[in-house]
């Protein structure tokens, strides 16, 4: 069950190669054809490296796991919760080659009327991205929901 | 695929690409878990979304996410979002087509590049919508990658 006590918990600090691999696989995942994620040399050529898909920083989950998962961190009932909303600022490019260092933090834990009565909780974990010169590239926020326990009416 | 865009030939209103997908399988599901390692057993396990009284195994929403980014990036070129937002509202499984699209809705300049801010949804074959989310992405920079 999520509570607040949770909050301001802070992973340790990861670590991630940014491969063409794993780009290519991530593209072919999310069912997008673009050249930029596929063909390196049209990559190079158009746009100066091989960019990442909006979403890809997703995997920086398969550096995190089993050290840190969020949602056991805040304990999600996962048969009652869920992946709410989900939010990446690319504050600046990130291309194949890059090596991004991020920590995962509990940034707040709050909790809202639901509109079937009792509360959920909302867990909000931010991950905060540097490239290897040191420039922060990208802020990632997951939020966390958890429904009131089923009850005999529901 | 799209043609590049000009920040100057842009309205507010502009539709993006709208882009159809589907029907989607387990496979799908399985292709996105090993490439995030998402392996909630949400998204594979038919005894567990059953004792949580769901139909079928789950679509990730942020495969979901993934394929609707396409329609920004298929807009504005790949690596020139620089802002995605989404919010899952309903669940998507197994057989279902999702219809992915988008507007413009506003136009604006931050340290010296022009940007386009844009709402996206994807709904189901039904017409519910699973996904609402929003965006900013660089236009006019580099061509659009596609």
Known sequence: MVDRSFIGLRSRTFSMPIEWGKVREFARAIKDPNPAYLDPDFARRVHGGIPIPPTFLMTSMAWEIPEWESGKVVQLDYGNGVHGEQEFELLKPIFVGDVLSWTERIADIHEKAGARGGMMKFAIIEGNYFNQRGDQVAISRSVLIEFPPRTQAQ | ?146
């Open chain 2, 1 to 146: 695929m799209a043609a590049a865009i000009k920040y100057d030939d842009v309205r507010v209103g502009d539709e993006l690409p709208r882009l159809v997908i589907g029907p989607l399988t387990r496979q799908d599901i399985v292709q996105y878990a090993g490439a995030a390692w998402d392996f909630s057993p949400l998204h594979y396990d038919q005894p567990f979304v059953e004792a949580a009284g769901l139909p079928n195994v789950v679509v990730m929403g942020m495969l979901t996410a993934g394929m609707a980014s396409r329609c920004v990036t298929d807009y504005a070129g790949a690596g020139q979002v620089r802002r995605y937002k989404v919010r899952f509202m309903a669940r998507i499984y197994p057989g279902d087509i999702i219809t992915c699209g988008g507007r413009i809705t506003g136009k604006l300049e931050e340290n010296g590049e022009p940007m386009v801010d844009g709402e996206l949804t994807v709904t189901n074959q039904k017409g519910e919508v699973a996904l609402s989310g929003s965006f900013r992405a660089v236009v006019g920079l580099a061509r659009p990658g596609c």
